[in-house]
Structure formats: C-alpha cells, structure tokens
C-alpha cells in the first residue's frame, strides 16, 4: 500500500461547483497533514494545513479523521483561479519528511 | 526577501554523465530539504541537510549525493545519470530540521531531461 493515495483524477467542473478530494495514508503515527497547491510548472505551494478539528479558509475545508487514516480537502463555489494540482502531504512518525500524494488534477471550466 | 532559489532552470544531459544542482534557501532558513517530482507524480523527499550534513534520506540510490555548505546554500549532485532521472528537481527550505513544516517552502525547481 503506498504511503499516501490521492483520488486519480482528473476532475473537470464548472465554474461554481463544489468539488472533493480525498486522500489516505498507511502510518498510523503520521503526525501532520497538509494540502498543497501546484500551478502547472510551478512549484507546490501550501494551500492550508489539516487538523482533526477540521479547518476553513474561505472556500476551503479541510479535515482530517484519525481513525480512518482519511483526509479531504472541500472547494466551494470553484472560480477559474482553482484550476491546478492538489497534493495531498503528510509528516510521518519518526521522521519530519514531506510525504507527497500523487496529486489530483482540478480544471474549473468557464 | 529573496525566497528559495534554485539553479540553473533547466538542464539538459546525457545517460551516465553527472550533474550539480543548486539551490540558496530562504533568508533566516537553515534546513534543506530536496525532492525529486517526475512527470505526473508527486515530488519524492530524496535528502535533507542540516548543519551541513544529511539528516534524513528518501528511498533513492547512493549516485544521488549533497553538500551544503557554511552559508546554508545546498548542491544536489547525481552521478551516472539515467534516462529515468529526467524530473523536475525541487530545493525546499525551513527554519529546522524537525519544526515548522508548515513553514517549508520550495523553489522553483531545476528542470533536468536526460537524453
């Protein structure tokens, strides 16, 4: 089982959809989760960070369930500006590395 | 502030020669961290240096080395190179080694292709 699984993608929807990602991760003892934001041939840049207690910032929730080793992240009423790849990233155990999902493409269309 | 900054953009080499990325981390950011992102993947954590030596290490093979050096700047270097290295090469640098990931920020990566 790979140590971070994204949803494959990729997802096209309409200006003003809602859209969800899911993610899962194998270590249990995973400490810190996160979702990133990459622009095509850019570098990835943190969109927020995911807690238990789930998390919102404007148009965007995260949450996080401990138990299912599951996390997601919500876009409302997606804009044009969303369009990108959605990495899903997790800090694990023992080590303080960034462990990557695949990534999700997202395309809003017009 | 300068942020993360990487060196050269892009690359372009030959199976079996050898390659040295660099990269200059963020102003007040001691920790290097590199990660290799082939095409359609997720970046992969290949090593992480603090005071100038490797702290951590990805899944990759010993061809794959680092240095970094007093003024915290860092150096990816790749050995015998092979078709299956062609990927963007991304310099992440932090406050820490074990702190503050939220705080971890990337450059703008090196674009290597491999012919």
């Known amino acids: 089982r790979k140590e971070v699984e994204q949803d494959p993608g990729p997802f096209n929807v309409p200006e003003g959809a809602t859209v969800a990602f899911n993610c899962t991760y194998s270590n249990s003892a995973s400490q810190s989760f996160f979702w990133y934001r990459q622009d095509c041939r850019k570098e990835p840049k943190l969109l927020m960070s995911v807690y238990s207690s789930g998390n919102e910032d404007g148009r965007f929730t995260a949450q996080l369930n401990r138990a299912s080793q599951y996390i997601s992240l919500l876009i409302r009423d997606s804009k044009l500006s969303d369009s990108a790849t959605y990495l899903c990233v997790v800090v694990g155990g023992s080590n303080y590395k960034l462990t990557f999902g695949k990534g999700t493409l997202l395309t809003v269309n017009p | 502030d300068a942020g993360v900054t990487q060196s050269p953009t892009h690359l372009i080499k030959t199976r079996g020669q050898q390659v040295t990325l660099r990269c200059s981390p963020k102003?007040?950011?001691?920790?290097v961290s590199w990660y290799q992102q082939a095409l359609g993947q997720g970046p992969q954590f290949i090593f992480q240096y603090y005071e100038e030596e490797e702290r951590q290490r990805g899944n990759f093979p010993d061809r794959f080395s680092g240095h970094q050096f007093p003024n915290y700047s860092s150096e990816l270097n790749v050995n015998a190179l092979l078709l299956g290295d062609s990927a963007l090469y991304l310099c992440?640098?932090?406050?820490?080694?074990?702190?503050?990931?939220?705080?971890?920020?990337f450059g703008p990566g090196t674009r290597l292709l491999v012919l």
């Open positions: 102003s007040g950011h001691d920790t």
């Open positions: 992440a640098s932090s406050p820490g080694p074990h702190l503050h990931q939220e705080t971890q920020y």
